[in-house]
């Protein structure tokens, strides 16, 4: 099992697309502290009465489904990648325990969506409240012990989404079709559940995965991807 966690971090590391969407990641990082400064200008120039009309929003939460969305493509690019150029047959040679591959899989990419979620979501609160936090700014009124389950939430959130990614690669095996189901499941179907009528638009709501889901329904998010995961990697050929 160390062998092959060892191989899954190597090919991380030497991978170009995911090195790129890592590189997003951290991108993600700069562009909330942009914000910050923006929206700090913004402010300045608010008169008094603009000021009590904006929401209590945060730059934070505002950038949290692009940091979701790049870490869901890692996950599906770890997979998918393998499949793309052959080298998933290596990989299952080398190792033919086919779910202690799997389960290096999920374990490195979780570890760094989780990671990379810690340090984007603290560095652009911390940064973020220290510009507009001063000004009064209404999303940073609150104390740092009481966000802070909020920011553990968007973190371990990145790892579930990450994980989910990686599940879709692998039932799919194409990185366009798992691009595209990762992208329904974030962005579109959470839309076309608000329009459904009362309460079932509330109902359903509340179990999509960027909604900040209560934990069981997270892990069972995880549970079902890598449970669907295991079931095609085996028993479909390479």
Known sequence: ????????WLKIRTTRSTRFVLLA??????????????????????SPESRTRLSDASIEDTTAPLLHFCLAVLGVLIITGEYATGAIRTSLTVAPRRLS????????????ALVSG??????TYLVSHEVLGSRGFPGYAATFEEELPGLVQTSVLAMVVAIVGLGLGT???????????????VFIVPVLVGFLPDPWDDRLGSLMLLNMPHP?????YVVAALGAAAVAILHRDV
């Open 216 to 220: 069981l329904v997270a892990i069972g």
């Open 101 to 112: 591959v799997l389960a290096s899989k999920a374990s490195v990419v979780g570890v760094i």
């Open 171 to 185: 039932v799919l095996r194409s990185t366009a079709g798992a691009l595209f189901a990762i992208a329904a499941l």
């Open 25 to 46: 990641v951290m991108a993600i990082a700069v562009l909330g502290m942009l914000l910050a400064y923006a929206w700090g200008q913004t402010w300045e120039g608010m």
């Open 1 to 8: 099992m160390r062998d092959v966690l060892s191989a899954e």
């Open 118 to 123: 810690l340090l984007v979501t603290f560095s």
